[in-house]
């Protein structure tokens, strides 16, 4: 994906696999019918896990989320089942050295976004500025789950607090809802624009209908609103907009066709 002089590359980890009517809870077989592109053969719906590298403008290389981290195998965490292991692999098909990226940013802390900001107590990006939210750093700083690997690079972390310019090329949307400090990742290039959205959106069904939401939001009410309006923002405009779960990592743009909200991926 190519905005103006920015450059998006997907960054593949893994993936998580999960009953999509336990997911999306409340929602029967029948609501999902329409939907069957998200699914697999069996109803299992299939979130894939990994971040995005931001080519420039400038010096800089970006990560946006690092993935569930280099856990082989697979994890259980009630619902789905999560399988990482690839990001390095990934950055490396693309003649990519962990000692090139200047910039890591965490669109919010969860597990499965955080996973290979260290490991073995060094940071795996030797050279990077690690970068989130204030309000999720707080959030997550002392969980059992994400401290290990957040704690070797405490000491390369800069925070943002609000929505605003944070590198060239990159400005912060605040989203709370899923987390605190949850924030979509807007890139800009003369007119053009893409959203990077972690993980205010799972998958782009969530789009279509306001009233579906996954689990796992710290705050479910306020991360509907929050998705509510991002999806009345983008609603028919030519903005591509990807996100750390969507499938294939690939971006898309939410058309407004006959008052019904319509995904179209992006070729
Ligand atoms: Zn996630």
Request: aromatic share 8%; hydrophobic share 40%.
């Amino acid at each position: 994906m190519q905005i103006g002089d920015v450059g998006v590359e997907p960054i593949y980890d893994g993936v998580m696999r999960a009953p999509a009517t336990a997911f999306y809870g409340g929602t029967s077989t029948e609501q999902w019918a329409p939907h069957q592109r998200f699914l697999e053969p069996d109803g299992m719906i299939r979130f894939d896990i990994g971040g995005f590298l931001v080519r420039g403008p400038g010096e800089r290389l970006v990560l946006v989320d690092a993935g569930l981290g280099p856990r082989s195998g697979l994890i259980r965490d009630g619902l789905g089942n999560f399988q990482g292991g690839d990001l390095l692999e990934s950055l490396a098909a693309l003649h990519v050295h962990p000692a090139d990226i200047s910039d890591v940013l965490f669109t919010h802390l969860h597990f499965d976004h955080v996973g290979w900001a260290s490991q073995e107590g060094a940071a795996v990006f030797p050279n990077a500025t690690y970068r989130c939210d204030e309000r999720d750093w707080d959030h997550f700083r002392d969980n059992e789950r994400v401290q290990p690997v957040l704690g070797p690079i405490e000491e390369r972390l800069e925070t943002w607090d609000a929505s605003g310019p944070l590198l060239p090329g990159i400005d912060t949307m605040t989203a709370p809802g899923h987390t605190p400090g949850s924030t979509i990742l807007v890139m800009s290039s003369g007119s053009s624009r893409g959203l990077l959205l972690g993980d205010v959106v799972h998958c782009p069904v969530e789009l279509l209908d306001d009233e579906w939401a996954g689990v796992g939001d710290v705050d479910a009410e306020l991360a509907k609103r929050t998705r509510a309006a991002l999806a009345r923002e983008i609603e028919g405009t030519d903005t591509p907009v990807a996100a750390a779960h969507f499938p294939g990592l690939v971006f898309g743009r939410l058309l407004a066709a006959q008052g019904r909200r319509q995904w179209v991926v992006n070729s």
